[in-house]
Each structure stands twice: as structure tokens, then as C-alpha cells.
């Protein structure tokens, strides 16, 4: 989990750090230059609590089961559930309207992650067994 300061902003200076902080990341998404912020703004923890968050929205979108989300991407089913509820309560629309190639791609990269590992879907060995115990 990541850490948070106990120390309480103000509304008012949050909103306005958050503001340049937004700024700053379109900024450098402008100049092709956002992998490399993120890369020196974010610990590992984070960029992998993110990444996650992202993979369950798009699959949960994409009606793939949460055992399997959360199994595939060792979370809880807490976790996959919170968002699913979120997302019914429209709280991701701006991402889940991320469109075109972008989205598409996010997609496959998340299924090959997810199939790493897995028997081949088709003939010999296809995943007639697979969760299964």
C-alpha cells in the first residue's frame, strides 16, 4: 500500500496542486515526454497500483469474470468488486471513453499479460480443464 501523509491539505491547496499536477502531465504527454516523468514521479508501487486499477476497469468493461481478474492479476475480490461498483455508478466514464487504437492496444497488452502461462485455447491441451481443481 502506498503511504499517505497524515498531514491534511486544505481543500483550496489541494485542488490547486492538483490542478498543476494535471498541467504538468498534459504537458509532458504534449511533448511525448510522460513515460519518463511518471518513470521518476511514481515508486514502483505505485505505477504497479495503477496499472492494475487501469487492467481491472478496462476488463471489468470488457465483462471478463472478476474470479478471473482477480486471480490473473493477483488483487482481491474487494478490490475487483469496488471498482465494478464504481463503474456502474458511472465513476469511470472519461477513462472508459478512452477510444480508438489506444484502447484497443491497452486491451491486447492486457490479455497477453493475462494469458502468460495459460494452455493454448484451441486443440491439444485448450482450456477444457482450466479452473479446475
Same mark, same amino acid.
Given at each position: 500500500?502506498?503511504?499517505?501523509? *497524515? &498531514?491534511? +491539505?486544505?481543500?483550496?491547496?489541494? *485542488? @490547486? +496542486?492538483?490542478?498543476?499536477? =494535471?498541467?504538468? $502531465?498534459?504537458?509532458?504527454? !504534449?511533448?511525448? !515526454?510522460? %513515460?519518463?516523468?511518471?518513470?521518476?514521479?511514481?515508486?514502483?508501487?505505485? &505505477?504497479?497500483?495503477?496499472? %492494475?486499477? +487501469?487492467? $481491472?476497469?478496462?476488463?471489468?468493461? @470488457?465483462?471478463?469474470?472478476?474470479?478471473? =481478474?482477480?486471480?490473473?492479476?493477483?488483487?482481491?475480490?474487494?478490490?475487483?468488486s !469496488? #471498482?465494478?461498483? @464504481?463503474?456502474? *455508478? *458511472? %465513476?469511470? !466514464?472519461?477513462?472508459?471513453? =478512452?477510444?480508438g487504437?489506444?484502447?484497443?492496444? $491497452? #486491451?491486447?497488452? =492486457?490479455? &497477453?499479460?493475462?494469458?502468460?502461462?495459460?494452455?493454448?485455447?484451441?486443440?491439444?491441451?485448450?482450456? %477444457?480443464?482450466?479452473?479446475?481443481?
Amino acid at each position: 500500500m502506498t503511504h499517505v501523509s *497524515n &498531514k491534511k +491539505l486544505g481543500k483550496e491547496i489541494f *485542488n @490547486k +496542486l492538483f490542478d498543476q499536477f =494535471i498541467k504538468s $502531465i498534459e504537458k509532458a504527454g !504534449k511533448q511525448g !515526454k510522460f %513515460k519518463y516523468m511518471a518513470g521518476e514521479l511514481f515508486t514502483r508501487t505505485e &505505477k504497479v497500483m495503477l496499472a %492494475k486499477r +487501469l487492467a $481491472i476497469i478496462f476488463l471489468l468493461a @470488457k465483462e471478463i469474470p472478476q474470479h478471473v =481478474i482477480t486471480e490473473s492479476l493477483h488483487v482481491s475480490p474487494t478490490t475487483v468488486s !469496488k #471498482l465494478a461498483m @464504481k463503474i456502474e *455508478n *458511472n %465513476k469511470y !466514464k472519461a477513462t472508459l471513453n =478512452i477510444t480508438g487504437e489506444y484502447k484497443k492496444d $491497452i #486491451l491486447e497488452q =492486457i490479455e &497477453k499479460f493475462i494469458l502468460i502461462g495459460m494452455p493454448p485455447r484451441y486443440g491439444r491441451g485448450h482450456w %477444457k480443464s482450466w479452473g479446475r481443481k
